[in-house]
Nanobody, 123 residues
Framework: QVQLVESGGGLVQAGGSLRLSCAAS????????MGWFRQAPGKEREFVAA???????YYADSVKGRFTISRDNAKKTVYLQMNSLKPEDTAVYYC?????????????????WGQGTQVAVSS
């Protein structure tokens, strides 16, 4: 069982930046693909970014060029650096883990999920 805990959310003005962190309990985090998803009120959960177990990265078109996913396996932590934030980025952000995953955009492929962290971007 892998436990994931997100942090770093908050309220920021449009154009600002936030860095989300996802701390994992798994010692061999390097064996997992990690994904970030988000869910806005009244909307379905959507893919944001993912990093495969071999460190290939993938992004949704809506965040490409603004968000960067990275991982520090020694610290068992995955990050989502979010720059040039827009009001439409407002959502609860979740991290997820998939054993030996390729960085899927399909949330059903992931085995473990965190509880989420709220990001609010004001205009």
């Amino acid at each position: 069982q892998v436990q994931l805990v997100e942090s770093g959310g908050g309220l920021v003005q449009a154009g600002g930046s936030l860095r989300l962190s996802c701390a994992a309990s798994e010692r061999t985090l390097s064996s997992y693909a990690m994904g970030w998803f988000r869910q806005a009120p009244g909307k379905e959960r959507e893919f944001v970014a993912a990093i495969s177990w071999s460190d290939n990265t993938y992004y949704a078109d809506s965040v490409k060029g603004r968000f960067t996913i990275s991982r520090d396996n020694a610290k068992k932590t995955v990050y989502l650096q979010m720059n040039s934030l827009k009001p439409e980025d407002t959502a609860v952000y979740y991290c997820a883990a998939e054993y030996l995953g390729r960085g899927n955009s399909d949330p059903d492929r992931y085995d473990y999920w965190g509880q989420g962290t709220q990001v609010a971007v004001s205009s």
